[in-house]
């Protein structure tokens, strides 16, 4: 992915080592966020609930993130970026090892929605504490190494921690990502930089965001994008049971992991100097994949190519929105990004919930009805990200 300059190291290998644990954050995050998708029936079965009900639990955590977000990170803004970071990987680190030995469905939703906060302030503070490190002109690149723990997250560590789930049981999967959690608070008490907080000011607020046209585009890109993807992953176990896809469940994630791989390294490369151009070709490959697993989902090959681009489409769905929204400001980078990760995951609840009511309330279109969604949700995004030439420049 070339090379990355660190103010906080003078050497090449510490830099990329400080970048990969950051990342390796941003992959507990999602792996925390996710894993019940791709456990849903296991948890569903184990815990005695409906599929509906384990599926609200990735939405409820994505409402805490929304509902969250721009308070608390308005509130830490002022706290050292490494403290503030430590806090919220025990936060992770607990929340997913009481899940890992409860029977009770409210303890467990109780649990999600302190994950959910503490994702909600995770995204946007490490992608402006990453930027805090190198120059201006390689934010963008900077953003992508640290999201793709999100990436590698969906593509590697879904599918691995979904063969546990289904080969193990479900509870071992949330063991292992406490283990994985409270490790990588370790390394980073020892390793990372220590980057103090700034003041808010009315002129960096949230509001004061709110009123840059530019931002609002970004936002609305951010909700339609998620939307469009939110609502088939979350469900995706029941699209790979309804198209019989060759393989199942643990082959369409893998083969959309590599997608999400190929896209991130690819986007690490054009994301500083082709912005605009990387988001519409994204959008477009979502678009594309999506209309053939709704309307040819049961031919082999063509619904395996379908998983890959539907991957290289959500590969650098984080990065890409992170880096538009952090354009358009410069100081208090972590507010901006609060804002619009507030949106992002607003989305992921919104998805989720239309998603469920689709599957109750049109039984005749079922998991494939969530994909239609997807397919109007596309359109529109990839006319206006066409059309803001001036807000998505480079």
């Known amino acids: 992915m070339g090379t990355i300059n660190c103010k906080a190291s003078g050497k090449s290998y510490a830099t990329w080592f400080i970048f990969g644990l950051m990342a390796s954050v941003t992959f507990i995050g999602i792996l925390s966020e996710l894993v019940p998708s791709g ?16 599926g609200f639990l ?8 929304a509902i969250f977000a721009i308070p608390l ?28 030995f409860t029977s009770s469905y409210n303890l467990i939703v109780a649990m999600r929605i302190i994950g959910g906060i503490c994702a909600g302030i995770m995204w946007p503070m490490i992608a402006a504490y990453g930027t805090a490190l190198v120059p201006s002109d390689q934010q963008g690149k900077a953003i992508t190494i640290i999201m793709a723990g999100n990436t590698f997250g969906v593509s590697l560590g879904l599918p691995l921690m979904t063969f546990i789930g289904t080969e193990i049981g479900w509870r071992t999967t949330f063991l292992v990502l406490g283990a994985l959690g409270a490790t990588i608070a370790l390394l980073s008490i020892k390793y990372l930089p220590s980057i103090a907080g700034e003041k808010l000011t ?9 009123k840059i046209p530019s931002v ?11 939307m469009a993807h939110y609502g088939a992953y979350t469900y995706i176990t029941l699209l790979v049971e309804t198209i019989r896809f060759h393989g199942g469940i643990s082959l369409a994630l893998l083969i959309f992991g590599i997608g999400s791989v190929v896209s991130v390294l690819l986007s690490a490369k054009v994301i500083d100097s082709h912005l605009r151009g990387l988001i519409v070709s994204m959008l477009v490959c979502g678009l594309v994949s999506m209309s053939f697993l709704v309307f040819w989902g049961g031919i082999n090959g063509l619904s395996h190519l379908a ?39 607003l989305s992921i609840m919104m998805a989720t919930w239309l998603g469920g009511l689709i599957l109750i309330h049109m039984p005749n279109f079922g998991v494939l009805g969530i994909g239609y969604l997807s397919i109007i949700c596309f359109v529109p995004a990839i006319i206006i990200a066409f059309m803001a030439k001036k807000a998505l420049s480079s």
């Open 73 to 100: 990170i308005s509130m830490t803004l002022a706290v050292n970026r490494k403290t503030l970071l430590i806090i919220l990987l025990v936060g992770f680190t607990l929340s997913n090892i009481v899940v890992a």
């Open 202 to 210: 009315k002129t960096n607020s949230p509001f004061a965001m709110l």
């Open 307 to 345: 998983f890959f681009l539907w991957g290289l489409a959500f590969g650098p769905l984080v990065t890409m929105y992170q880096t538009a929204v952090s354009k358009q400001v410069t100081d208090a980078k972590a507010v901006a990004t609060s804002v619009q990760s507030s949106v992002f995951n």
């Open 39 to 54: 456990i849903l029936p296991q948890m569903s079965e184990g815990l005695g609930i409906k599929q509906t009900q384990v």
């Open 216 to 226: 609002l585009l970004v936002l609305l890109l951010t909700f339609l994008s998620v």
């Open 58 to 65: 990735v939405g409820v955590y994505a409402l805490a993130s």
